[in-house]
């Protein structure tokens, strides 16, 4: 306020009126909600003084002006006429000269064209009055209100406009020049106004019962205002408010009670305008303080709060007390804005405020300063550090303290308490702060019965945070629904243990009570502001439940400041700055060739809440959810923080799974990828899969009792659960392995495991299990898998199918022998029978697409999954002889005739492994399934030919007769070239089926092909094909043509050693295949040379196809290919890349990630046959392959197992 305002508010507080003035203040500004507020009305004093024009000689006329007019004209020799009554005198005017010499009278006098509205309209139409009445006849006030645009009024000429026109309004209750027919002047006019003007009688009735009335521009002896105030006395008595008549009045104390006997509060500004003789620019100046006391009385609205800065060097009591006024005046926000947030934050300055300065002052100021920066820790969610946390636990202790009242004490000790959840404080005895707040809480309730619900809902928190979900139901039952908010937060909770419908009562009675409340009290922001929170939730889950309404949320939300969408887009903002500083780049180019500038060192200093915290507190307080079954309020915030670095594993793990409703979402394939779980403490893992592991347990114990409705939600929430504990396993020792595979074995034994969406989540779970037990101990999980339910048993051929590869070796064991023979028993001729996925002609539909479909959409084997549980058995001689007779008569039945294999999904080369009668005719009956006319390149035969040459146990080739006709056929293989062809749908990609033939060619036809066969022509063939498809395995396929020419020879070194260079992995693995098959042909120095060129490549680190090229390296290692110089180049890379393969120094979204584990997987290999083979102890690689038995991932550990 400035020194001036300050002057005219200090005068005016001398004013005996001054009271009046702020009733009129108090019903102007509305600071009484019950109260409909104050209207005007402004009579031709108001003209007089803001009316401008272009001649300032003139004025607009008053009543006095225009009797000296009449007088003039009726009898110019009577001097007293003029002061006589001027409605009478009006009168006889009309009765002498005519009603429209009357009116062209008023008009000449008037003269509305020649006068413009000056700054005290604007003034005028800037307050709020409920409506403007006016018994001018000028245009001034319409035409002022033409540039008012945020508060429109609406002009009534006439009494019909009253039924439409909106308010706030100017009413022109006795007409307007040139628009209205009559114009209110006479004594005649007045008596019959009643009459002729009733619906502005029965307006002004209603204005002057609901609303103070403010009366600018009239005297004491205005006719207009006596009629008015006559009329009122006489019609409405009681009933009628205050009148407040404003101006330089000068009143005498005869004059002041004849006012007030007709209900007219007189507000007389005469003594502050006193010094001015002028009568005109006396009334001018009244106006003006009139105008400038109401703007300077109007109350400061709720969200304009905003804490007031202090200068360090401000006295300490001053300092408190400014603080102290601060805290009293906040208006209750529920969250406090995001603008005012930073000012809290900073408010107290860190030279007032230390632990050096607070040994300064008393122990009175400093308890309460200490509690002033509680309190704002509590708005703005700050951590308290350990020394202030010291601080605040002496002052807490209600034994202790006799400065602040036991309420603030308690929330001081609240504070401390929600603190613990982000930091752990040391204390000087054996209770951790968490106990001794919770126990200070407890025992002095009664002092604050709110905080029972605190600490409920603070252990409820934890719980939810750790994924105890037993906990979590315990602490949110035990939350009192008393009140609005906490039914809210309750709510919130009730969503995470899938409760929604339970929740959503909540929130509904909630919304209602707190819409109740503000009807009844709407300046209350304290109310406001939770109704807003309300609302919005409700908003939220009204738009998940389809049909319902949705009360869409009101603008007054922003205006007050506590719209939950500013406070959601304020966190998305800090959310992508800090996606923008984490996806940064990493070096900036500079224009000079060869420099750059390096980004990814550089430190960002801020003293920004961490967006973790500001997330937390905002939903910890308002209660709002992540998620409401398939409505997304914050999920999407959450998403992206997962995603930043600036979590640790505990909150990313928690949230990940908190906002995730399937397995397959991008936050768990983000936070528990491979990489960043092998980057993660084992703690943390170890955490992670015991809140896992309970959390299955609670929800499938949920799943018993669920309604149908619930049931969805809790198979949600057990599906990730599932899938995430199914990854952590990568990171647990074999023995908890072993008790998760066998979990995932009793959930198939469960009726709500048939649920499909389970069978992914189950399914990887069973096999990392698998992945983290070593091979040799697979054995004792054999009966486990075999009694798992094969998918017939439950409809679903998606159903998970656990095998294993190494059953050891066979014991007498009852129960296994009867289980192996239940599963022979589902094998048998008719559930291997073929089974079409179109069984009836569809209309309209060509029949060639249907049997496109049916060849390529086959619905799985029943028998399937059960002949894949026993293969492995069989492979390893595990099964008896018996059960090998039984098992040839399930699959092939009595009278066999080899003219078809059974019908099945696996490839035709395993039926090898299938025990028969005749081994020779099944092994034609293969071949010529794999091999029949016409060559067949569907991508699943393809991979069939591939298996079968590729599996060194039951290797199928094809005859020499069939590689030259395979070859033929395979290597014309185009493009389609109808692309409209409506077979074109059942193809696949053509560079998948370019790349399979490729391989076909390179791992079985074109080998097959006899020596005179690998003709040069053949060879330009095979290039053609090729160079048509860019199929990746070109070197591996043209190797087989060494020796045939030295072009050709020349031309294979030219491919392979080009294709080593290529930066896509599969040309650098065939080429690296096909340098090893070279040596393996051929002593040359050339195919040398290849050999030395795959070394160098593994020296140097470069990581393309790496795990491939150890593997060739391996082989060529086992088969005495690697001369000296070469073997010792391997042997000092290894620990190097080993090592740079490390998970923490790679980008987990890169690459190198995909193939990180799998490198140092193959370093382990090569050193360990290293180590077998030679007599030197190479400390270096004893010492790789050490630390590979402890490294984070199961590939790497159980490297040497699996060789």
Known sequence: MSSDEIDIIQKAMGLPDYALIKKLAAALWQQNPSNHGAAIMIGAGFTRCAAESGDTSKSPPLWLDLSRKLAQELDPSNPDLPYSDPLRLAEEYRAHFGQQTMIDLLRSSINDSAWRPGKFYNTLLDFPWT?????????????????????????????????????????????????????????????????????????????????????????????????????????????????????????????????????????????????????????????????????????????????????????????????????????????????????????????????????LISASNRAKLLYEKAWRHSLTYEIVPQWLANELLKICNLETSDTLNKKQQLEIALLLLQNTRWHEYDTVNSLSVSDITTLILEENSKHWPDVINEIAYHKALIARDNLNYIELELFTRKISEQESIWKIRKASLLSELGLSDEGETLVSMAYNELRNQYRKDSTSLYILSRLSWAHFVMHGINLGNFGKPIDPLPSNYKKWKCDPRDHIEHIERRVHKELESHYKQQIEPLFTPGHYREKSDSINLSNELHILLLVDGTSRNAGLPITWKDVNFIKSIIENITTLNILANRERFSLTLRISSYEKSKAITNAFSRMKLACAKQEDIDNAINYCTNAVAYWQNKLATATLENKVQHIQRLRVFIEVLGRLLIRATPEISKKAFQLAISMGHEKYASAIWLHSPISNLLNNALASIPESQHHELLLDALNFPLPHTKGNPEWPNPVIYKPGVRSHNHSLNHRISEIIRTISTDSLAPRQGITNPLPDIPSEIISGINNIIKLPSISTPSLSRLLPLLINNFTSDSENDELSIAIFGKDFNYSALPNSDFFPHVFKYFPTSDTTRLNLLISNTLFAKPCNTNPTHLSAIIAASTDTSAQILPTHQQAIDYFDVMTLW??????????????????????????????????????????????????????????????????????????????????????????????????????????????????????????????????????????????????????????????????????????????????????????????????????????????????????????????????????
């Not at 008549?245 to 007709?262: D, F, Q, V």
């Not at 005012?340 to 300055?349: A, D, K, N, P, V």
């Not at 102890?1177 to 040497?1200: C, G, H, N, Q, W």
């Open 974 to 1203: 185009r493009l389609p070239t109808d692309a409209n062809s409506p077979l074109n749908i059942f193809e696949s990609k053509s560079a998948d089926i370019a790349d399979l033939i490729g391989q076909a060619l390179a791992y079985s036809i074109v080998p097959s092909l006899l020596p005179q066969d690998l003709t040069l022509e053949r060879f330009e063939t095979l290039k053609e094909y090729f160079s048509h498809t860019l199929a990746s395995s070109l070197a591996l396929a043209l190797v087989h043509f060494h020796g045939v020419s030295e072009e050709i020879d020349v031309e294979i070194h030219r491919v392979i050693r080009r294709s080593l260079q290529e930066k896509q992995p599969n040309k650098v693995r065939f080429a690296a295949l096909a340098a090893l098959k070279l040596r393996e042909l051929t002593d040359s120095d050339n195919a040398k040379n290849l050999i030395s060129r795959v070394v160098y490549l593994v020296e140097s680190g470069r990581k393309t196809s790496l795990a491939h090229l150890l593997w060739v390296i391996r082989e060529s290692y086992r088969k005495n290919l690697l001369d000296n110089d070469e073997l010792g180049t391997i042997r000092d890379s290894l620990p190097i890349i080993f090592e740079e393969s490390n998970y923490h120094t790679i980008d987990h979204d890169s690459r190198d990630a995909v193939d990180a584990s799998l490198i140092r997987a193959e370093c382990v290999k090569l050193a360990h046959i290293i180590l077998e083979s030679s007599n030197n102890t190479y400390s270096d690689l004893k010492t790789m392959i050490e630390a590979a038995t402890t490294d984070p991932l199961p590939e790497v550990r159980f490297a040497t197992f699996s060789m």
């Open 131 to 359: 409506e403007i009445l006016t018994t001018n006849w000028d245009t001034l006030l319409e035409r002022a209100a033409v540039n008012v645009h945020h508060r429109v009024y609406n002009t009534v000429t006439k009494q019909a406009d009253l039924s439409y026109v909106r308010p706030p309004r100017i009413v022109k209750l006795h007409g307007t020049i040139d628009i209205t027919e009559e114009l209110i002047f006479t004594q005649e006019d007045y008596r019959k106004y009643p009459q002729t003007h009733a619906a502005y009688v029965n307006f002004a009735r209603q204005i002057f019962i609901e609303n103070e009335l403010c009366l600018i521009g009239f005297s004491g002896d205005d006719p207009n205002f006596l009629q008015w105030a006559g009329w009122v006395r006489d019609n409405l008595t009681a009933h009628a408010r205050k009148i407040y008549l404003i101006g330089a009045l000068r009143l005498t104390p005869g004059k002041r009670k004849y006012l007030e006997s007709l209900n007219v509060a007189p507000i007389d500004l005469e003594s502050l305008v006193d010094g001015y003789d002028d009568p005109n620019l006396k009334h001018i100046k009244a106006t003006d303080i009139f105008f400038k006391i109401l703007n300077l009385l109007k109350p400061d609205e709720p969200s304009d709060w905003s804490p007031k800065r202090i200068e360090s060097s401000t006295p300490i009591e001053q300092y408190i007390s400014t603080l102290e006024s601060d805290r009293n005046s906040y208006p209750g926000w529920l969250v406090c804005p995001p603008s005012l947030r930073w000012e809290l934050q900073t408010q107290i300055s860190i030279s007032t405020f230390n632990p050096n300065s607070l040994t």
